[in-house]
Nanobody, 127 residues
């Protein structure tokens, strides 16, 4: 079982950047397919980005494509979300999530596909 802890959130002006980190403990991160999700006040949780164990495959929501980059450093047991050109609509609590990467097909952009979640980190983008 893996425990996930996010960090790096904060307040930033529109057009700015933040890098979120998700640190794993309890088990090597290299076993896990990882995703980032976010939830804004009054809205449903939504998919942001996902990455497989080897980082050979990455996926993004259309709303963040070209602005956000997901990456991982398995040696450091950490997954990152680099967020550039932030917009006020990116304001949300950001969560990292993980599931064992068996190499098979699954719905990477569905929260129900993931078994482990962090506590979230707040990102606020001011206009």
């Amino acid at each position: 079982q893996v425990q996930l802890v996010e960090s790096g959130g904060g307040l930033v002006q529109a057009g700015g950047s933040l890098r979120l980190s998700c640190a794993a403990s309890g088990r090597a991160l290299s076993y896990y397919y990882m995703g980032w999700f976010r939830q804004a006040p009054g809205k449903e949780r939504e998919f942001v980005a996902a990455i497989n164990w080897s980082a050979s495959n990455t996926y993004y929501a259309d709303s963040v494509k070209g602005r956000f980059t997901i990456s991982r450093d398995n040696a450091k047991n950490t997954v990152y979300l680099q967020m550039n050109t932030l917009k006020p609509e990116d304001t949300a609590v950001y969560y990292c999530a993980g599931r064992m990467d068996y190499g098979g097909r699954f719905t990477y952009n569905a929260g129900a596909s993931y078994d482990y979640w962090g506590q979230g980190t707040q990102v606020t983008v001011s206009s």
